[in-house]
């Protein structure tokens, strides 16, 4: 275990770490610091406030910009009512030097009081025991980090003004997927036959070639070998090597053949597949458009996209402890034009509480061209 200390505003929180966690902090704090734009900032860390967290996360987010050569002032939650007039780390005032600085401010009564009027990055650190209030702060956070485990956090959202290539997301899914991989089944296991009678609605014919795009510890793996037969093709793709040591171990990889690979990049020719099964996988996507049209590209014309998950919308949101929104990528009214414009023809809706099942046939002359709506 390796105790971490922080000075400051931290001190009050300790984290006893492993190494791993360690590192996991690093990545954490150092992705975020990344995103955080150049020049003159007001950045804002909220949520768990209980834990105190915010204060550990503010601050090593500044030091990591201080290492990074980008000028820093933190400010402490104390300094709020004295709007910036005793700062953590230096006496100046907010005005003093704003070229290039960062400012880092994290509790409530900074979130109530933005030098300058407004936050230009916000963090949020998200625990699902929070408040229903903190809950409904979900929509607003430029960067959601989840800290439900203190000593694991990980991105789960970055606006995409700051997401760049979106390269973080890999790392960001390993690390909530892997500690998740060997309970998966045991928390989910009693889905099973909704999965099977979701692949019977796909309608495969015998000796199709079919893709499991993000299929976890390969639940659906069965039931597509069953539908496509032994001279089928299935392949289960997921990005997260966890997951696929979990299907190997379920014996499930004798279903399919299995590949560690994004599904955003898939190592599949245009076309080489019927159909494409994706079970939880579209909405975590940070660019669902883009993620539509991968399976797009590589779905023959008329081939088949479900989309699936083992519960419905409603029910899913309600085990989230929030309510379902209105303008969520998978509500009907929003998924239509999603998948019209990356190649998709939706042909049925289905999302009653016991499961979401959205069936999609691949438009016939679609080239990519359209691909340029965002999903989020
Ligand atoms: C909610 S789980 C669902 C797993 C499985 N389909 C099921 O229904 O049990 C989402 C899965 O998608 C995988 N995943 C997330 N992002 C991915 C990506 N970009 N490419 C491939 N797999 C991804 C995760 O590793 C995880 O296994």
Same mark, same amino acid.
């Given at each position: 275990m390796v105790p971490v200390a922080d000075g400051? $505003? $931290? $001190? $009050?929180v300790e984290l006893e770490m492993t190494s791993e966690q360690v590192g996991r902090w690093k990545t954490v704090v150092g992705t975020v610091a990344g995103m955080v734009p150049p020049g003159a900032v007001r950045v804002l860390v909220h949520g768990a406030d209980g834990e105190g967290l915010p204060a550990v996360f503010a601050d090593r987010l500044a030091a990591h910009l201080r290492a990074d050569g980008h000028p820093c002032r933190r400010l402490a939650d104390a300094s709020a009512t004295d709007a910036g007039a005793s700062e953590a780390d230096g006496d100046a005032t907010l005005d003093e030097g704003a070229a290039d600085l960062a400012v880092l401010a994290d509790g409530p009564r900074w979130r109530a009081a933005p030098p300058g009027g407004e936050w230009d990055v916000v963090v949020w650190l998200r625990t699902r025991s929070a408040g229903r209030d903190d809950r409904d702060d979900e929509r607003g956070p430029d960067v959601v980090v989840d800290v439900d485990d203190p000593a694991w956090p990980v991105i789960r959202h970055v606006a995409s003004r700051l997401a760049g290539d979106g390269s973080w997301h890999v790392s960001e899914s390993q690390a909530f997927f892997a500690v998740r991989a060997a309970t998966w089944d045991t928390k989910f296991g009693d889905d099973l036959p909704a999965y099977a009678a979701a692949v019977r609605e796909i309608g495969l014919r015998a000796g199709a070639v079919v893709l499991d795009a993000g299929c976890g510890t390969g639940r659906a793996l069965p039931a597509l070998r069953d539908a496509v037969g032994p001279a089928g093709t299935v392949i289960g793709l997921d990005v997260t090597s966890q997951m696929l040591v979990t299907t190997r171990q379920r014996g499930r990889a004798t279903h399919a053949a299995l590949v560690l690979a994004d599904a955003r990049r898939l190592p599949i020719a245009a076309g080489a597949v019927d159909a494409v099964f994706a079970a939880g996988l579209v909405h975590h996507l940070p660019d669902m458009s883009a993620g539509l049209a991968e399976l797009a590209r590589v779905s023959r014309p008329g081939g088949t996209l479900a989309i699936f998950h083992p519960s419905g919308r409603t029910a899913l949101a309600a085990r989230h402890g929030r309510a379902l929104r209105p303008d969520e990528p998978l509500a009907a009214s929003r998924l239509e034009p999603l998948l019209a414009a990356t190649g998709w023809r939706l042909d049925s809706y289905d999302d009653p509480a016991h499961r979401f099942l959205a069936l999609a046939t691949r438009q016939e002359r679609w080239h990519g061209a359209q691909a340029q709506v965002t999903g989020r």
């Open positions: 400051g $505003a $931290a $001190a $009050a």
